[in-house]
């Protein structure tokens, strides 16, 4: 019986070894993740998020879940807009991700309010209708069926709760070039000086080339079910933030 086969970057692998390699990636960048974050996209990611956490709606009291959270970027912010009577639950495949964002986040004296879960994102291990909103940020891309990763965070999510994805989309003409040779001659360098690891970087830049481009991935959105589906480019298209709704 022929295996499923799914991109590995730009490489065709078993889908069923997908989470595997991509552990290893992560478990292998995870102490530097947040330097090689601000050294590759030279702090603008910190705006990015900043402008993903404009949108979440959420008020004091309310639950949100952080989806492949990682070191916890989105976390500290729905932290402070749920406030101590709301929760944030920040859920990640991979331990070493999860234990970089535990450590973070209590020594910034937020801990409280945040619940750490080893959890994978196609099947979220949470009861439906449990969260006010639901955030992904550089994470859909890594997840071998995102159209069962959406379904998921679309059963976890409250009636009238909404689902933000942060995640690299197409560069508009003109910008691809230059995004080009920055990712595939500049970010594997990088990589090895900062994280002695080129080939995960490299892997990453071609995780992003093959990830669904804005208008697929609102369309895989509504097909999860999601209404009011948009997105926003940022960066000339680099990034792209995509919102929907269950209604």
């Not at 750490?116 to 009861?127: C, K, S, T, Y």
């Amino acid at each position: 019986m022929q295996k499923n086969k799914t991109h590995f970057g730009f490489k065709q692998v078993d889908s069923d070894k997908k989470a595997g390699l991509v552990a290893d990636v992560f478990s292998s960048v995870a102490s530097k993740y947040d330097v090689m974050n601000d050294v590759m996209s030279f702090g603008i990611h910190r705006l990015w998020k900043k402008i993903a956490m404009s949108h979440t709606g959420l008020k004091k009291g309310q639950r949100a879940l952080d989806v492949a959270g990682g070191t916890g970027d989105l976390t500290l912010y729905l932290s402070k807009q749920v406030g101590p009577s709301g929760q944030v639950v920040i859920s990640d495949i991979n331990p070493d991700m999860l234990e970089q964002g535990r450590r973070r986040l209590i020594d910034k004296g937020i801990a409280g309010n945040v619940k750490f879960v080893e959890a994978d994102a196609e099947e979220l291990p949470f009861e439906e209708n449990s969260f006010d909103c639901v955030t992904i940020a550089f994470g859909l891309r890594n997840v071998t069926n995102k159209d069962k990763a959406l379904a998921s965070m679309f059963r976890v999510l409250k009636p009238g709760g909404r689902l933000l994805i942060l995640e690299f989309s197409k560069p508009m003409t003109g910008l691809d070039r230059i995004y080009d040779f920055y990712s595939f001659n500049v970010l594997p360098v990088m990589g090895k000086l900062i994280a002695n690891d080129a080939d995960s970087y490299r892997y990453l830049a071609e995780s992003i080339r093959m990830h669904p481009g804005q208008g697929a991935l609102k369309e895989m959105m509504e097909q999860a079910g999601f209404e009011r589906c948009t997105y926003h480019n940022m960066t000339g298209g680099i990034v792209a933030l995509h919102k929907g709704f269950k209604l």
